[in-house]
């Protein structure tokens, strides 16, 4: 397998100087020790980046079902996930380069998955196939439980589960983002702001903006079953 | 029925449901042949190359032409004029023709 490295003229030459040049901007910048990198990362990347492009594999394997959980809070459809997750890896690669190895390579490699999803919201949502009209039984039996008497409903009923994934679809990409980063995954709003490169209030509006829709749309299920 | 409510336990719904992490069968195997081709990439690459030759191409063929155009006309007025002539021409004809 010939897989062509990412790197190019400007890059040092072998592996050793990589690993020191991480290291060193570990060290420079002094936002994390250098202990906080998980061991074996810095030294793939800097194999891949010295041209041995085959090392991308282990860290593909070591990361692989992370991507692919994250990646399934946006997608639905198998072949949408797969697809994602390839192109997570696949701009990964080409962008390893850029990883100054100041965090975790998880930490980098989420954030980029982060953006694959956001991009891939924004590309579809002209296309959203999901609506209120076509809400399956688990979930009108479990609305109507819930409309009957809230309490004896529990979140981790099918029809919960199923009506959830549903909102959360038909809100817009950057609703639907910040509600997954805040409100499922519990990140802090600093962090998410880090994610997304948006600014603190932005995120906070964002949000507030977020719940509302989230609101809106359920007020029109509730009409629309007469709830 | 309660909105903020619902939406509140849909929100604990997802967070209690989290996604599978499972991985299709030999991904890792894939990626590696996918980044090993050279299609994307260099097509890719390849495709930026030549829309930034013809640009700049375009735009040096855009500048000559501004420059021979410049050098080629006698100032405003007799720009002026001859468009005012290549403007009435058609008419000029016209009326030469028919009338």
């Not at chain 1, 492009?53 to 992370?66: A, T």
């Not at chain 2, 989290?18 to 690459?45: I, N, Q």
Request: hydrophobic content about 40%; charged content about 25%.
């Amino acid at each position: 397998m010939a897989a062509r490295a990412p790197h190019n003229s400007d890059t040092p030459g072998d592996s050793q100087s990589l690993v020191s040049a991480i290291h060193a901007n570990v060290g420079d910048e002094g936002l994390l020790a250098e202990e906080n990198l998980e061991s074996g990362d810095v030294e793939l990347i800097a194999a891949v980046l010295a041209g041995r492009p085959e090392c991308f594999e282990p860290l593909i394997v070591r990361y692989q079902s992370r991507v692919f959980r994250l990646v399934r809070r946006y997608a639905r459809r198998e072949t949408d996930v797969e697809d994602l997750a390839q192109e997570v890896f696949i701009r990964a690669y080409h962008k390893l380069k850029t990883f100054r190895g100041t965090a975790p390579f998880e930490h980098w490699l989420m954030r980029l998955a982060v953006r694959v999803c956001y991009d891939y919201l924004r590309n579809h949502q002209r296309r959203r196939e999901t609506s209120w009209a076509d809400l399956g039984e688990v979930e009108q039996q479990w609305l109507e439980r819930y409309a009957a008497d809230p309490r004896t409903t529990e979140e981790t009923d099918n029809g919960a589960r199923e009506l959830a994934q549903r909102l959360l679809s038909l809100l817009s990409p950057a609703s639907r983002l910040v509600l997954t980063l805040q409100e499922i995954e519990e990140r802090p709003v600093k962090e998410i702001a880090q994610i997304t490169g948006w600014s603190v209030p932005l995120v906070k509006v964002r949000a507030f903006r977020a719940r509302r829709e989230m609101r809106k749309h359920l007020e029109k299920l509730a009409r629309k079953n007469q709830l | 029925m309660n909105a903020k409510g619902l939406s509140e336990m849909l929100l604990r719904a997802a967070r209690l449901n989290p996604p599978s992490d499972t991985v299709p069968y030999a991904f890792e195997k894939r990626m590696m042949t996918l980044l090993a081709s050279p299609s994307r990439d260099l097509g890719a690459s390849l495709g930026i190359a030549w829309l930034w030759r013809a640009s700049l191409a375009g735009l040096l063929i855009m500048f000559c032409c501004g420059v021979w155009t410049l050098s080629v006309s006698k100032g405003p007025v007799s720009l002026a004029l001859e468009l005012e002539q290549v403007a009435y021409a058609a008419c000029c004809e016209i009326g030469g023709d028919a009338w």
